[in-house]
């Protein structure tokens, strides 16, 4: 079973920065779609970010240009760096590996805390 450990979260201000980091269980990255999203009170969750095994990214467009999504192989760990934040990008972040192939599952994060405030 794939497990996902994500941290790096907390308070931070208007125009700050965090780095987001999940710790896959092994190196899944060439079986695996690996993701960010994230779930705000009273809100879906959404796709925030996404990163194939041949390193090509997608960002939803409330974040483009502000966050990056990158991995280390040898570390077998994703990371979000998130600069520039928002108050309305306050929400649970979720690290996400979908499966290549359908069958197999979809494995999440225990989820960290992201507050941007004054």
């Known amino acids: 079973q794939v497990q996902l450990v994500e941290s790096g979260g907390g308070l931070v201000q208007p125009g700050g920065s965090l780095r987001l980091s999940c710790v896959t269980s092994g190196s899944i990255f060439s079986r695996y779609v690996m993701g960010w999203y994230r779930q705000a009170p009273g809100k879906q969750r959404e796709l925030v970010a996404a990163?194939?095994?041949?390193?090509?990214?997608n960002y939803a467009a409330a974040v483009k240009g502000r966050f990056t999504i990158s991995r280390d192989n040898a570390k077998n760990t994703v990371y979000l760096q998130m600069n520039d934040l928002k108050p309305e990008d306050t929400a649970v972040y979720y690290c996400?590996?979908?499966?290549?192939?359908?069958?197999?599952?979809?494995?999440w994060g225990q989820g960290t805390q992201v507050t941007v405030s004054s």
């Open positions: 996400n590996a979908a499966p290549l192939i359908a069958t197999m599952m979809t494995y």
């Open positions: 990163l194939t095994r041949g390193g090509y990214t």
